[in-house]
C-alpha cells in the first residue's frame, strides 16, 4: 500500500510538472497576428480572425498597427471598434504590440497600455515559451529603453528554452542582411538563446537567418500590400501559426483563403530575403529574360560611354 502512495505521489508530481510547461509539456500551438494598418483593407481582418480562432491557438500575439491613428481626438474610438473583432474569440489570451500606427504621441501611448492592459515593454511565458515584447513603434531604430528591457528581462528568464523577441518595426533588417552580428538586439539574443525575432511593419513575408536566430517580417494581416503585391513576392493577407512540441518549434504560415487570398500554406525556409526562394517556373524565365536585358542594356550603357 506505502509503496503505491508513492508512486502515486511521483505521478502526481510528475503531472504537475508537465503543466507548469516543462520541456516534456504536451503540445500546443498560438498564432503570430500581422499588421491590420496603415491603410487597412476591409474585411480582411475580420477574416484573418475568422480563419485563425478555428485552429485554436493557446494564445495570439500581434506585431503592431491594430489601429490606423494619427489623431489623438478618434484614437480611442478606434481602440473600442477594433478590439470588438477579437472580443468575439472569449477565451482566447491576446497580446498587443506597439506599432507606429498605435503610437505617435503621450496621448496615444497611455491609451495602448489601457487598451493593452499592458506597459509598452513588456513579457509573458505560457509553458516552456517565453515572449518578449519590444517597443519601436516610434524609432526606426531599438530604443535605449527597449533595450535595457530586453537585457532585464532575458536575464530573469535565463531558463526558459524557448524564446520569442517581437516588435513592430523591424530594426534588426539590415544589419541582419548584411551578416553584421554586432548590434545590440542580436548580441542579446544570442546571449539568453532566443532562437527567433519576429516583426512586422513591411507587409511583407521574409526570412533570415543569422548565427542561428531566425529572423522574420511577417505578412499583412489587413494592411495594405505594396510593390508588386504577389504573392511569391511576399506580399499576401494571412496569419501564422506557431507549433511547440517541447523545444521543436514550427511555423505554418497560413495565406488567407478566398475572398482575401488563395489559401496557400508555407514555412519559413520556403521564404528568403527576395519573397519566395522557389518561385512558379513561369515567373523564374521572365526574371531570367529580364536579368539578360538589364546585363545586355547596361554593357550596351558601357559600350557606348568608352
Known amino acids: 500500500m506505502r509503496r503505491t502512495a508513492i508512486a502515486l505521489l511521483f505521478g502526481i508530481l510528475a503531472l504537475g510538472s508537465v503543466r507548469a510547461g516543462s520541456p516534456g509539456s504536451d503540445p500546443f500551438q498560438f498564432a503570430i497576428v500581422g499588421d491590420r494598418t496603415g491603410e487597412p483593407q476591409p474585411h480582411v481582418y475580420e477574416q484573418v480572425w475568422r480563419e485563425m480562432a478555428a485552429e485554436h491557438p493557446a494564445f495570439a500575439v500581434t506585431v503592431g498597427d491594430t489601429i490606423q491613428g494619427g489623431n ?47 506597459p509598452v515593454n513588456y513579457s509573458f511565458d505560457f509553458r516552456n515559451v517565453h515572449v518578449t515584447v519590444l517597443d519601436n513603434s516610434r524609432s526606426e531604430q531599438c530604443p535605449p529603453a527597449a533595450l535595457d528591457f530586453l537585457e532585464r528581462d532575458l536575464k530573469a528568464h535565463s531558463t526558459q528554452p524557448v524564446k520569442f523577441i517581437v516588435s513592430h518595426r523591424p530594426s534588426w533588417l539590415i544589419p541582419v542582411l548584411f551578416g ?42 489587413g494592411g495594405h ?17 506557431v507549433q511547440v512540441r517541447g523545444n521543436d518549434v514550427r511555423f505554418r ?24 526562394r522557389a518561385k512558379p517556373a513561369a515567373l523564374r524565365a521572365k526574371q531570367t529574360v529580364s536579368s539578360n536585358d538589364v546585363t545586355a542594356k547596361t554593357r550596351g550603357s558601357r559600350h557606348r560611354l568608352r
Not at 505617435?104 to 495602448?112: D, T, V
Request: aromatic share 14%; hydrophobic share 35%.
Open 72 to 118: 489623438d481626438s478618434t484614437a480611442e474610438q478606434e481602440w473600442n471598434a477594433v478590439l470588438k473583432v477579437s472580443a468575439q474569440y472569449k477565451g482566447l489570451a491576446f497580446y498587443l504590440t506597439p506599432g507606429n500606427h498605435d503610437i505617435w504621441s503621450r496621448a496615444s501611448e497611455e491609451l495602448f497600455k489601457k487598451y493593452a492592459k499592458r
Open 253 to 276: 504560415i497560413q495565406e488567407c483563403k478566398s475572398p482575401a487570398g488563395k489559401g496557400r500554406v508555407s514555412t519559413p525556409a520556403d521564404w528568403g530575403v527576395n519573397g519566395l
Open 180 to 221: 553584421n552580428s554586432g548590434f545590440s538586439l542580436h548580441r542579446l539574443a544570442k546571449q539568453y538563446g532566443v532562437k527567433y525575432v519576429i516583426a512586422g511593419h513591411l507587409h511583407e513575408m521574409l526570412h533570415f537567418e543569422l548565427d542561428g536566430i531566425t529572423y522574420l517580417s511577417m505578412p499583412s494581416a
Open 225 to 241: 500590400l505594396r510593390a508588386s503585391k504577389k504573392y511569391w513576392d511576399g506580399w499576401f493577407f494571412g496569419h501564422t501559426i
